[in-house]
């Protein structure tokens, strides 16, 4: 991505709604799918500037790896937990199976080889080790946030499970999400007329006024109860959950 959106992303993801909300539901996702043990070792993958470090910090013992060297540096001086320089598919500062848990949250979209990433970040499991993924869904819904934001494709649970099984590993988990306000913000995305020009300046990450954050933020997290407990049959993104056997 460009170095403008996530210096924007630095600023409004401890407040914006759609942090906020994928934060609320990752910690739910995580506590019905994976067991973690004390002292379980996890990587955050693609961190980004580090947004979702804290809550990821108090389940274990921490890393995140970033490509972005921009990225990087902001969520180093956050100081929550060591952040080194990776790349996936291919250069990945880690040695096999070192981890208990790997989340990789929307950015398996923005790769050239997703096959090949999912199958790195596979040989980096322990046995019996967890992979938890976010994707965005559905390519009827691409927009000038997906051009801004530098993605390749959105996709569908099949897809997405077709590539975990191809990795080896074996799928415990897959949802559709943000399914409460999919009808409207699929509806904004169908009528916007350019949805595919080249105007790339709509890049979803304005911060809303507050009441209408906060609204947004309890609507899009109150999905938490659910995820792990039943399968939404759509949505804007895509869960799932794969365990490395053993």
């Known amino acids: 991505m460009e170095d403008r959106i996530y210096r924007k992303m630095a600023e409004i993801e401890d407040r914006h709604w759609w942090f ?25 993958a693609g961190c980004g500037t580090g947004g979702n470090l804290e809550v990821l910090f108090s389940l274990g013992d921490l890393v995140g790896m970033e490509v972005d060297p921009g990225a990087l540096e902001i969520a180093k001086q956050k100081a929550i937990a060591p952040v080194y320089s990776g790349r996936l598919p291919d250069r990945l500062p880690f040695p096999e199976e070192s981890f208990d848990l790997i989340v990789l949250l929307d950015v398996l979209e923005h790769l050239d080889d997703d096959e090949a990433a999912v199958q790195s970040l596979a040989g980096l499991l322990k ?51 943000n399914t409460w306000l999919f009808p409207l913000i699929a509806l904004i ?58």
């Open 127 to 177: 046995p019996g080790g967890s992979l938890l993924l976010t994707v965005p869904a559905f390519s009827f819904l691409w927009s000038a946030h997906d051009e801004s934001h530098h993605h390749r494709r959105r996709y569908r649970i099949s897809e997405v499970s077709s590539k975990i099984k191809k990795a080896g590993l074996d799928l415990r988990y897959a949802s559709y999400f």
């Open 20 to 44: 906020a909300g994928r934060r609320r539901i990752l910690q739910a996702a995580i506590k019905r799918l994976v067991e973690l043990k004390p002292g379980a070792k996890i990587l955050d």
């Open 189 to 246: 995305r169908l009528l916007k007329p350019g949805r595919r020009s080249a105007d790339i300046s709509s890049d979803d990450l304005s911060l809303p006024p507050f009441p209408v954050n906060r609204m947004l933020a309890a609507l899009f997290g109150s999905e938490s109860y659910f995820i792990g407990r039943l399968s939404f049959p759509a949505g804007i993104s895509v869960m799932a959950c794969a365990r490395r056997p053993g």
